[in-house]
Structures are given as structure tokens and as C-alpha cells.
């Protein structure tokens, strides 16, 4: 998506060997023409997929994902990443490592919102190892629906969870994917 | 907003003495047709503040502001409630503490994200003691921005948040008002 690769050129900022920092259109302060159309690229993309539902993960996920819900005109879940009490007991639950915050943390989604049969598409903001789709995936998979495509907003290429996830035959389509970092500066596939 | 009020009274269920479960469509799985309208409401109430940017709070307030934000076209700011690495060390912090969850957490925004002199509508998906609308807007008021709106999509009346708020001259608007339980049913005002 030739916006959003302008858009991470201009305003992205690299820190360290491999952090990019979108914090002022995706991440914290969210530019919501962007937003919506990359709803509707996610939309050209899977229309064909006859998708039940769009499932996300808190918080950053919930923006582009409501956007794509939009034009699918179909509910979007988003997991919990922490026990809440007003979170059902009953939920679908993956155990997810993050290597931003370095800790693994839980993830739930009650039984109520996902079914047996229906087809779910996964969008999330980044895929770097992969750690938070897969655990999605098999959220999905116990609920005896489907994944029927996964929606990433910017993937890291050489952290090879995209790769992994194609390998493992899902539908993964990335709006902007890095192939590497180059002097601090993002290298586009 | 009588759609708002309708599907409460339908889907929304009752724990405890005053705890409103509206995951259904709000706070887990979203109605993204239901959140639209009320984006829609939103703007319609506060379209002559000259509204610069809209500031919610993660996780359950990103929906329902970037839905306000696609009509009044301004960008949306998420307070986040952790430390990240990937948050800018320069914020502006609030401490708020959560009745639901029974403790303090820290709420944070970026400096980068808020201006002196912007007119700020706070948007947020609950209002019952009021302490999250308190942080957000003392977070505004450390920036030198103005707190020019209040929005609410369900305000339980009987906690006084928002009397506390409306007695302190903020512009509040609450699309459902709940002014007490009886017999684990909802009374809207």
C-alpha cells in the first residue's frame, strides 16, 4: 500500500537494531483517513472469502480493525490481554510471548463470540515472529472456526513469522512489509 | 440515543449490584454499525466546538473515538494505561484508579500528540465515578490544550461522575444515562 510505505518513510522512526516506531498515525495518535483505507484494502483483498467476523487484539488492532469491520459490515472481537472481572469465565485463551515488553502474556476471547464454522479474519498492526497471529490462529481453531485470512498492517519479513504462517497454508496479506533495516531506515519489499 | 438504549435493555446484562456487561457490542465483540452512529451522534453534539483532536483510553475507548474521528476528521490519541518500551519517555501522566478493576493505574500520553490551545473532545465508552475522564482531562490541561467536550457512551448517573464533571462547567454528553438499577434492570433517564 504505496500511502502507508510514504507514510513510514516520512514519519516512522527507527530505534535500535529493528524497533519502528509509528506511534504518531498507528500506534498512539491514530490518522484515521489512513486508518480507513487501509479498512478498504483489507476489504479488496478478502471480500471473497465470505468473512463472518474480524478478530483483533487490544489495543492497536482495535482501530484498523474496526475500519476493515466497516466495510465487511460484519462484528469485530477483540482479544483481552489481561483478567478483567467483567470478562466472561468462559473463554478461548493462547498464552502469547511479546518481544516488545519481553513477558508472556495471556489472551482471551469468550466462547460466546466466536462459533464453529465461521469464517475469521485476524488483522493485527504488526507480524514480527508471528507470536500473537499464531496464538489468534489457534484461539480461532478451538472454536472450531476458521482463519480465513490474516490482515497485517506493517510485517518484519526477517523476523519470519509471515513466513512460517504462508508456510503453515494461511492467507497472509501485509499492507507494508520490511524486508530489512538499512542505516536506520526501513527497506521495502 | 434511543438505538443505544434499545440494545442495552436487549443484550446488556446486569452482575452484581450496579455492574452493566455490554460486551456483546461494545467492549469485546463491536457493532461497528451501532459504534458508526454513535460516532455520527458524537459529532452531531459537538460539531461547533472546533474539536482539533479526539482523546480516548485503551482499550475499550478506541472504537467508538475512531468512529467520532472519521467525522469529524480530526486524528484520534489513545492514553495508554502501561509502560511500553515503545512509548515516548516525554508524556504527560495521570494516575487513575479503577473501580472494576479494584486499583491505580497510570495513564499515559506522549507530548508529541497534544498541543497547547487544542480544543480536545474526550471520548470514552463508560462514565461512572468519573476518575478516567478526570485523568484524561488533567492530562489535556497539562498540555495547555482545552477539554472542550466530553463524550460518553453510557454514564452510570447514580456514581456522580458526571455531576462532579457538569458542576466543574465541562461540556458533557452521555448517549445513555442510567440513573439506577431496580431489580437488576437498567432505569434510563
Not at 45 to 58: A, P, Q, R, V
Amino acid at each position: 500500500m504505496e500511502k502507508l510505505i510514504e507514510r513510514i518513510k516520512s514519519d516512522g522512526t527507527v530505534s535500535g537494531e529493528d524497533i519502528l516506531k509509528v506511534d504518531s498515525f498507528l500506534n498512539h495518535q491514530i490518522d484515521v483517513g489512513l486508518l480507513d483505507d487501509m479498512g478498504k484494502e483489507f476489504y479488496n483483498y478478502f471480500k471473497g472469502k465470505n468473512i463472518d467476523k474480524i478478530l483483533t487484539i487490544e489495543a492497536s488492532g482495535i482501530a484498523v480493525a474496526c475500519f476493515a469491520g466497516k466495510y465487511f459490515d460484519v462484528p469485530v472481537v477483540f482479544a483481552k490481554k489481561t483478567e478483567s472481572k467483567n470478562l466472561d469465565l468462559e473463554t478461548y485463551d493462547a498464552d502469547v510471548y511479546s518481544f516488545t515488553k519481553g513477558k508472556t502474556y495471556k489472551v482471551k476471547v469468550s466462547k460466546k463470540y466466536l462459533s464453529a464454522g465461521e469464517n475469521v479474519l485476524i488483522i493485527d498492526d504488526f507480524l514480527a515472529n508471528g507470536k500473537a497471529a499464531e496464538g489468534l490462529i489457534s484461539i480461532v481453531e478451538k472454536a472450531g472456526a476458521k482463519a480465513a485470512g490474516i490482515g497485517i498492517v506493517i510485517e518484519k519479513a526477517f523476523q519470519l513469522g509471515g513466513e512460517k504462517l504462508v508456510n503453515s497454508g494461511y492467507d497472509l496479506f501485509s499492507l507494508a512489509v520490511i524486508e530489512k533495516f538499512e542505516n536506520q531506515q526501513p527497506v521495502f519489499r
